[in-house]
């Protein structure tokens, strides 16, 4: 997961409509003091979070996580547009979305 960070970071820019995009972290992690260095070393400027349950969190089941790590595409309402979205095909996944809506 913490190497698809730097990608998310050098290509977020490449977003049409970037500002009304928006990424946010949820965590499977165990560990508080892994989990906030991970957040600090990788420099993730979004949003964070984690209850700390790790496979046994309620997110797992209510997001219906399989692998880790996964990206879904959610709309202004929080509506899943897309899941299990590749860290390559983010941008290109999130810019066909803004051409259509």
């Known amino acids: 997961s913490r190497g698809n ?3 998310l970071l050098s290509n977020l820019h490449l977003i049409k409509n970037r500002k009304d ?3 946010i972290s949820v965590s499977l ?6 989990w906030l260095s991970a957040v600090k070393e990788d420099k993730m400027t979004w949003p964070q979070f984690s209850d700390l349950k790790g496979n046994d969190s309620e997110n797992v ?3 219906q ?3 880790i790590p996964v990206y ?3 709309d202004a309402n929080w509506h899943v547009v897309d899941r299990d979205i590749m860290p390559s095909e983010i ?3 999130a810019n066909q979305y803004f051409d259509h809506h």
């Open 29 to 34: 992690d165990h560990d508080r003091t892994f």
């Open 21 to 23: 995009f928006g990424v």
């Open 91 to 93: 941008v290109v996944t």
């Open 72 to 74: 879904y595409l959610l």
């Open 5 to 7: 960070h730097s990608y």
């Open 65 to 67: 996580i399989t692998t």
């Open 61 to 63: 089941t209510n997001w």
